[in-house]
Each structure stands twice: as structure tokens, then as C-alpha cells.
């Protein structure tokens, strides 16, 4: 019996967001399946991102691949809202990080941002021979800033050998930077034992916890604070639903989503921030969904394959979501695409709540292609593909 493939995750870090959530999942499945051996080296052991310090150690994706047995090393530094560059890296650093790829056979990198750092290694002559898979997660590569400067230079230079979207846009945006690099698209899948629906309805712990009434129409937006998902619009789009539905609550989660962030408070004052939860960062998104009868999403660009929207509809809230990135596929007979307008958004909030039970009993059918055991299939092919080129090669 040969050995288990060895993979390296190359990261940022370990703070909220989407890509995590996915990236965290697909390792330690691959893991668990035996076949390859995962480990993971991060650039930040701290993120201060959207008004909030997240530390590395605090983070749920974290603690459940350490307990998964994944190896995790970090390089010490600090995330923030620029990538850090190739000049930004101690020899220390480059050691270690050198030592780490060595003992791999292949590298994956989550986003293009951790590229600094092979360049880095390979302008220092530093740089293990390796195959590299880049995993992509947006579908504006515009707004990556330098980072999509190396991955360009990446690919030139023959560092990153494939690239996996998890979306066709991000595929399709992508594509001239990757130029001949192969390119696999994989679609995103969630962890279905974690959500599904309630069995019954009334009683819900989360409500109970913020006040709302059992009746109450509730809606729940999961994103960070930052121009992309656009939350100024979410709160437009309350006001304009508040009119309709006047006893209706609102939950927001998501690194920023606190009132101790002074944007969010000022938005709030605006608005009016009755019935609006604001509860940041919460490791139970899966009873968050449970309780809402509405999962929204008022993104204005930069979206792939956006997790929320499966999530929700796997536990029973109806995705309603502006048409960005692959959004519209995704939610096709689950749920609904709006345009970017609150009256527009409020509206389809109305038709969901109206048209729950039909919405539910359709994403109860498609479960199957919302799990994610085909998506970690799939990426283990990928990378069983590359050392399988490299042997063929050699």
C-alpha cells in the first residue's frame, strides 16, 4: 500500500469567511479519507479585519483541524486588509516555510493571496520543486489588489501548475491571468449533518435567546462588514420591509456585524435599529438559519459561490440574493434573485415568507448537490492529478 499523498495548505489565517469555511472543510475531509495527508501552514496567527482582532487560536476552523490531527504551523504574523508582500518576510520565515514545503508533495493555496510568499522563496533561491494548486473564491480578481499581480507572476514563472474555482465566474475571470495553467472548477458543497432543518417549528432556541416571538418573520444576513456585501444595502432594504412587515426581526452575523463597529452604529441610527440583531461572529450559524424564515444576500460584487445561501437553504430559510457571481445557479428553484433595489429586496423577502413551504420542500429535494462530499471528492482528484503528472514527467 503506497503512502498517503502529503499536502501543505498554504493561508493567510484563520479568521471569518466563506473560503475558510470551505477550504477548512475540503482539508479535513481529504484528510480523514486517509488517501492524503494534510497539513496546514498560515502566514497571520492573528487577523484584524472589519473592526474586530481575531486570533488564530480562537478560531472554530482552527480548533476542529487540530483536532482532526492536521499539523498547523504559523509564521506569526498579522492579517489585515493587505496582503503581505514578498518583501515582508524574515529569512526566519522563509526557513520555515521552506522546511514546510519540502516535506510535502503538493501545495494547495487558499485565494492567490499566500503567493507573496512563494515568490518570496523563489527570488531567494528558496523554493522546493512542488506542484501548487491555487483554489480561487471570488469573481473579481480586479479588487485582489497586488495579489493578482502574483499570481500572474506565479504562473509565468511555472510556480502555480493548476488553479481550482469554485465557481464558473471565478472561473471566467480568472482566465487570462491563468493563461494555459490548468483550471478545474469545483462547486461548493456544505457539510449537511450540520445543516438541516428543524423538525418542529416554535420553541427555537435562538429566539428565545433574542426576544422574537415564535410568529415573528424573521430574516438573517451572515457576511462581514465590508463594502462588498454591501450591508448599507441590507438596511435599506429593512427599512423598506419594516414598512410591510412591521413586527418582522432582523439578525446580522459576521466579523463587524457588532454595535461596538462605529459604521454599523451610524447605519443603525439611520435606519433605526429596532428588532435588528447584531451579533458579530457566531460559531452556531446553523441555529441562526433554524430560526429565520429568510437568508439575504445584498452583495455588490466579488461573490463566487456564496456559502450562506446553501447553508440557509439547507436549514430551512429561503435564500433571497442580489445576482452576483454564480448566486443566481445556486439558488435556482430554492430560493430568489432580486435586483439590487430595497423595495425589490424587501419584496422578495415577502414572496419567500409567503412561499417557505414550497421553497423548503424543493431544497429538501436538492440536498444531495448541496452536500460536500462530491466537492471533497473532487478536489482529491485534482490533487492526486498533479503528483500523478509530475511521476508521469519525471
Known sequence: MSAPLRVLSLTEGFFAGGARILHSDVVAGLHARGEQHHSVLAIASR???????QHMAGDPRYRALRASGIGITSLGKTAGPVPHAPHA???????????????????????????GLLLALDEAMMLPDRPVVTCLHRSDPEHSGDALEWLGESVRRGIVTAAVSCARSTDAAYASVLGDTQRHVVDNGIDLS???????????????????????????????????????LFLRSVAAHRALVPDAHYVMCGAGMTRENPRLTELLEVIGGDRIHALGIRDDMPAIYRAADVVSLTSAFGEAAPLCLLEGAASGAVPV???????????????????????????????????????????????????RDRMIAEYGAVIAEQVAGLRIAA
Open 47 to 53: 487577523a484584524r479585519r472589519e473592526s474586530t482582532v
Open 321 to 371: 440574493t442580489t445576482d452576483v457571481g454564480d448566486a443566481a445557479r445556486l439558488v435556482e428553484g430554492i430560493g430568489i434573485v432580486t435586483p439590487r433595489n430595497p423595495d425589490a429586496i424587501a419584496a422578495g423577502w415577502g414572496r419567500a415568507v409567503e412561499e417557505r413551504v414550497a421553497f423548503g420542500g424543493a431544497a429538501l429535494a436538492a440536498r444531495d448537490r448541496l452536500g
Open 194 to 232: 450540520r445543516f438541516e432543518p428543524s423538525v418542529t417549528r416554535g420553541g427555537d432556541r435562538v429566539r428565545r435567546e433574542l426576544g422574537i416571538p415564535d410568529r415573528a418573520v424573521v430574516v438573517a444576513y451572515a457576511a462581514r462588514f465590508d463594502a462588498m456585501k454591501d450591508p448599507e
Open 89 to 115: 518576510f524574515s529569512s526566519r520565515q522563509l526557513r520555515t516555510a521552506a522546511r514546510a514545503i519540502a516535506a510535502a508533495d503538493v501545495v494547495l493555496t487558499l485565494k492567490e493571496q499566500p503567493l
